[in-house]
T-cell receptor, first 115, second 114 residues
Framework: AQSVTQLDSQVPVFEEAPVELRCNYS??????LFWYVQYPNQGLQLLLK??????LVKGINGFEAEFNKSQTSFHLRKPSVHISDTAEYFC?????????????FGKGTTLSVSS | DAGVIQSPRHEVTEMGQEVTLRCKPI?????LFWYRQTMMRGLELLIY????????DSGMPEDRFSAKMPNASFSTLKIQPSEPRDSAVYFC????????????FGPGTRLTVT
């Protein structure tokens, strides 16, 4: 079975500051990894995904994430945040070789960007 | 592509009434997921279907909840009878069961049971 831990439930930052949202996972098999973003009163939107290859993955809105297999982590980063990045962010995994299985989501991290 | 379509977007009903939420997945996707989101419990997977067949309904809270997928382009989540604690935002998502399986979410239905 897989599990996802998002280490911070809330992250407050000032505009133009860098941010890192942390995600650790547990799995006995190889997984695909995802970050989703949920803006207020909207559904979840795919931000980026890691499938294979380069461990640094770039997504929309200037976000990137780095897969670290030894530390079983997939932290999300942005060098300079905007007010509009205020949202909830979810990390998710799914086993690579188990077709038809659902994503396992973390509990989410609320990013609050203030001026 | 229209994305995942959910209706209604908002539903207000009285305790004891039947509520039906509807979802149209993205064309070509053969997996469909129903989630519930509340402040207290976060995002919960209720049930999911592959090729119109329910695969895992262990997240359905109780017998008052039921879900169907009569064809590849339509699913319903029904609550009967509804209770105030069912108030939440209900999301539908779809994906391909093969490949990378990223899910695409609908805008949600905000349910309020008074």
């Amino acid at each position: 079975a897989q599990s996802v831990t998002q280490l911070d439930s809330q992250v407050p930052v000032f505009e133009e500051a860098p941010v890192e949202l942390r995600c650790n996972y547990s799995s006995s098999v190889s997984v695909y990894l995802f970050w989703y973003v949920q803006y207020p009163n909207q559904g979840l939107q795919l931000l980026l995904k890691y499938l294979s290859g380069s461990t640094l993955v770039k997504g929309i809105n200037g976000f990137e994430a780095e897969f670290n297999k030894s530390q079983t982590s997939f932290h999300l980063r942005k060098p300079s945040v905007h007010i509009s990045d205020t949202a909830e962010y979810f990390c998710a995994v799914t086993p690579i070789n188990q077709a038809g299985t659902a994503l396992i989501f973390g509990k989410g991290t609320t990013l609050s960007v203030s001026s | 592509d229209a994305g995942v379509i959910q209706s209604p977007r908002h539903e207000v009903t009285e305790m004891g009434q039947e509520v039906t939420l509807r979802c149209k997945p993205i064309s070509g996707h053969n997996s469909l997921f129903w989630y519930r989101q509340t402040m207290m419990r976060g995002l919960e997977l209720l049930i999911y279907f592959n090729n119109n067949v329910p695969i895992d309904d262990s997240g359905m809270p109780e017998d008052r909840f039921s879900a169907k997928m009569p064809n590849a382009s339509f699913s319903t989540l029904k609550i009967q009878p509804s209770e105030p604690r069912d108030s939440a935002v209900y999301f539908c998502a779809s994906s391909s069961s093969g490949g990378t399986r990223e899910q695409y979410f609908g805008p949600g239905t905000r349910l309020t049971v008074t």
